[in-house]
């Protein structure tokens, strides 16, 4: 699964799923959601046909998986204006027919196996997006409406063309950014959402829950962002309506998108960004009870890289629900690839560890606003400093002029400073809350920790302040375990498979990789 860095949309989440043998609970710290329908595993090992995408059913026959994303809705507004989806060697428009008039895939032999994974307690969901460029709104007025097909044909309505038939799902994700289907027959290409991409989605969103106020059962909101935060294009939707879950793509894709913050990185703290998202769900979310997962790939070939082993996963998880309470477990792309090595599902579930409903209580971040008119502060002490994790000597100091991105680092005022999304002009430690203060640099405090008393003045004039986002006090990190391993693998770009998903004569529509 390889996440691309512009933000988009994706998904649908079915019905109440649960631990055990209860109803899911999406309070919990120890789900785990997969997605299944792309083959993903077919799409690199076209041979190995026992391997292949089994049906949705055989996913659901333990307790292991909480929650199952079906991936894709690929195209919203199609022939006959209805949307169209894609599930590979499961279900597509070439191989299963499509309703009368329209080019929606009629997947109502699906509905028993989504009953019965909803009977073991399991959510479905129904991811909204592909790589067609055609999941988008040109208003808040027409997203509305695309709100009231969905909820027609998959959730609580009612329809003549449902592709589910009986089957009713409980929800849907917002996967966020250029998910690219990757179904063959399509052109596989990232969905560039700049200029506008978010228009419209607020309103979708808003008008789903009118729908699902009310109703005899829950329907879970979810979104699959990338761990840049924020999305430059879609971080507005977040903000603007209530998620009960975020899938973030902690997956370090094709080098051009240059995820930092992926998990093959998480003893590196000037990329690994966890806090940032638990701190926007504690203060930028509208549900401050949303749930903050970690996604991965379930294989080395289910992504470009990013992919670590079951034990280095699970210990990250460990970590990260210690330190977290918005922590709600692990999410995998896919099924395919987590079965076909070795039951990576298992592993994880069993590396992860039982949580329960609530997590730690974690310290939050404040955000403060001074005013102060020509303010002079002396002072005439010995300066103590923290120590960073890394010398000043190799980084360049902070210029207005320079324009930074992600993941770039600067020094000011002796620290070593971290930007965690594209800024120009913004100050270090200033209201725009860009930069982590990652603490002194080393270099920095060897030479003048010790340093004779200073005096310092300051004269700010109507200065509003932000303290910036931090860390907890101790940097918590996993043993030894945690650190990547050799198994984690790097690969070239996106190769598309033309095996065969039902017969030698018909092509697999299969996904190695899961852009969004």
């Not at 990757?182 to 228009?199: A, F, N, Q, V, Y």
């Not at 502060?377 to 930074?404: F, H, N, Q």
Request: net charge positive; aromatic share 10%.
């Amino acid at each position: 699964m390889v996440f691309s860095s512009r933000s988009f949309l994706t998904g649908l989440v079915l019905s109440a799923g649960a631990l055990q043998t209860t109803a899911f609970d999406n309070s919990r710290s120890d789900n785990l959601a997969i997605y299944y329908g792309q083959n993903s595993y077919g799409a690199t090992h076209g041979s190995d046909t026992a391997n292949w995408q089994k049906t949705l059913s055989a996913y659901c026959q333990d307790d292991t998986i909480n929650a199952i994303p079906l991936a894709f809705l690929n195209v919203f507004f199609s022939v006959g204006g209805l949307p169209e989806i894609n599930m590979a060697n499961t279900c597509n428009p070439t191989d299963s027919g499509v309703f009368s008039g329209t080019n929606l895939a009629n997947c109502q032999f699906l509905a028993a196996d989504i009953k019965a994974c909803q009977a073991k307690g399991k959510i479905i969901t129904l991811s909204l997006g592909g790589a067609t460029g055609a999941a988008t709104f040109s208003s808040d007025a027409q997203a509305q409406t695309f709100a009231d097909t969905i909820w027609n044909l998959f959730l609580g309505g009612s329809s003549s063309t449902r592709p589910f038939g009986t089957a009713v799902l409980d929800g849907f994700v917002l996967v966020f950014c250029c998910m690219a289907a990757t179904i063959d027959d399509l052109p596989s290409i990232d969905l560039d959402i700049e200029g506008g991409g978010s228009t419209g989605f607020a309103a979708f969103v808003t008008r789903i829950r009118s729908h699902a106020s009310g109703a005899s059962k829950p329907y879970y909101v979810t979104a699959a962002p990338q761990c840049v935060f924020p999305d430059a294009y879609l971080g507005t939707v977040l903000n603007a309506v209530a998620f009960d879950a975020i899938y973030v793509q902690h997956i370090l894709k094709d080098i051009q998108y240059n995820n930092f913050c992926g998990v093959q990185n998480y003893n590196n703290p000037n990329a690994w960004n966890f806090n940032v998202w638990d701190n926007w769900a504690k203060t930028g979310a509208i549900n401050k009870n949303v749930k903050i997962y970690i996604g991965a790939p379930a294989a080395s070939t289910a992504a470009g890289s990013g992919y670590v082993d079951a034990a280095t996963l699970g210990a990250i998880a460990k970590a990260t629900r210690s330190a977290y309470s918005s922590f709600g477990g692990i999410m995998l792309w896919d099924a395919s690839q987590a079965y076909a090595n070795g039951r990576y599902d298992q592993q994880i579930k069993s590396a992860m560890g039982a949580g329960g409903s609530t997590g730690t209580t974690t310290t939050k971040p404040t955000t403060t606003t001074k005013s102060t008119t020509s303010t002079t502060k002396t002072t005439s002490t010995t300066p103590t400093t923290t120590v960073g994790t890394g010398s000043c000597s190799t980084v360049s100091a902070w210029s207005a002029a320079t324009t930074y991105v992600g993941g770039q680092q600067a020094t000011y005022t002796g620290h070593l400073w971290y930007a965690q999304w594209w800024t120009l002009g913004d100050i270090p430690g200033g209201a725009a809350g860009v930069w982590l203060d990652k603490g002194a640099c080393s270099s920095f405090a060897t030479s003048h920790a010790a340093a004779a008393p200073v005096t310092s003045a300051k004269t700010t004039s109507s200065v509003s302040k932000t303290s910036s986002v931090a860390k907890p006090s101790s940097t918590v990190k996993a043993s030894s375990a945690v650190k990547p391993s050799s198994s984690v693998k790097a690969s070239s770009a996106p190769a598309k498979s033309t095996a065969s998903a039902k017969a030698p004569s018909v092509s697999a529509r299969s996904s190695r990789f899961f852009k969004l």
